[in-house]
């Protein structure tokens, strides 16, 4: 079965410094998203981007977050600069359909562990 | 606004044992339910859902029934194995593409 993959699967940082992950969707799906984890908490919609920009985006996605599918293959989370509180699992996750959001199924990688420190 | 609360983890049945994981939701009008199951190692997979009142999503021997008379949709399983062992996310998703999640709940399945 076609899968979603993240680079890396663990990423260390210092607080203040710029990370991107990176995730490759599955190479039909058209619907992008990232979502994350802070341990222990719920899982968190981030943002969804849909033909080349953002279609939703969540209070937690502020200035410091931005996304970019840069060519035909790629879909990176940019952080411009980490905090603390940034500490959590991403997920990035693709779907293929047009149609409505009910009948959506969503394809999920297995995460990249971002520590900031 | 939309919320979903999950039986606080971890649970450990042996082999064989019936699972149910409760989840309960909060919103307005008629969300789509599913229940994400990740196992180690993996990305979160969509395990069933169920879109509007009175459905029942299965897959693998999973069940849920979506309550719209209590806000519900517990996870049930008659017997679970050890390959079963995973974490379980509730979820759902209304009007528009994001979908709101539980905590999730870690299942250990020992033999």
């Known amino acids: 079965e076609p899968e979603v993959t993240q680079t890396p699967s663990h990423q260390v940082t210092q607080m203040g410094q710029e990370v991107i992950l990176r995730c490759v969707p599955i190479s039909n799906h058209l619907y992008f998203y990232w979502y994350r984890q802070i341990l222990g908490q719920k899982v968190e919609f981030l943002v969804s981007f849909y033909n080349n920009e953002i279609s939703e985006k969540s209070e937690i996605f502020d200035d410091q977050f931005s996304v970019e599918r840069p060519d035909g293959s790629n879909f990176t989370l940019k952080i411009r600069s980490t905090k603390l509180e940034d500490s959590a699992m991403y997920f990035c996750?693709?779907?293929?359909?047009?149609?409505?959001?009910?009948?959506?199924?969503?394809?999920f990688g297995s995460g990249t562990q971002l520590s900031v420190l | 606004g939309n919320s979903v609360t999950q039986m606080e983890g971890p649970v450990t049945l042996s082999e064989e044992a019936f699972l149910t994981i409760n989840c309960t939701y909060t919103a307005t009008g008629y969300p789509s339910l599913f229940w994400y199951v990740q196992y180690p190692g993996e990305g979160l997979q969509l395990l069933l859902k169920?879109?509007?009142?009175?459905d029942k999503g299965s897959n693998k021997g999973f069940e849920a029934t979506y309550r719209k008379e209590t806000t519900s949709f517990h996870l049930e399983k008659g017997s679970v194995q050890v390959s079963d062992s995973a974490v379980y996310f509730c979820?759902?998703?209304?009007?528009?593409?994001?979908?709101?999640f539980g905590s999730g709940t870690q299942l250990t399945v020992l033999p």
């Open positions: 996750a693709s779907s293929a359909t047009r149609t409505a959001a009910t009948n959506e199924k969503l394809f």
């Open positions: 979820a759902l998703r209304r009007a528009t593409r994001q979908l709101t």
């Open positions: 169920a879109t509007k009142a009175d």
